[in-house]
């Protein structure tokens, strides 16, 4: 799996609570050149601009098994963000043309934990903590 946009580690801008929106799928047998790729980059760049945005982190295997987690400040930018009409159109495409099967998820980040190698065999530091 690659990863790919993902948040800076600790972010003063991203303290919790904040909201992630976790979406599992799983993609068909399309072409590479089918026009997803495309459309994951647009729409990625659409939402950086929607209200409330905070971030993104994503990766898929060579199986078609994609996880993207897109993070929010709000309940209310989510549904503003499911509402944007060329969301609303790459959304019914994908049922129609990328995906076997996806499942959403929201839930609310009451916690966000931070580790790397520089900080040695130490436990992880709560970046905020509501």
């Known amino acids: 799996m690659s990863a790919t946009d993902l948040l800076p580690p600790a972010s003063p801008s ?3 609570p904040y909201y992630a929106v976790i979406f599992c799928s799983q993609r068909t047998d399309a072409t590479p050149d089918d026009g997803y790729g495309a459309m994951a980059e647009r729409m990625a760049a659409l939402a950086a601009t929607q209200p409330g945005y905070l971030g993104v982190e994503s990766a898929r295997g060579a199986d078609g098994l994609g996880i993207t987690v897109s993070y929010w400040r709000s309940l209310e930018d ?4 499911r509402a ?4 609303t159109a790459a959304r019914d495409q994908g049922r129609r043309d990328w995906y076997r099967h996806y499942e959403l998820r929201i839930a609310k980040v009451e916690r966000h934990y931070h580790w790397d190698e520089s900080a040695g065999p130490d436990d992880p530091v709560p970046v905020a903590q509501r």
């Open 14 to 16: 991203i303290q919790p």
């Open 84 to 87: 944007v009409t060329e969301h």
């Open 78 to 81: 989510i549904r503003a963000w």
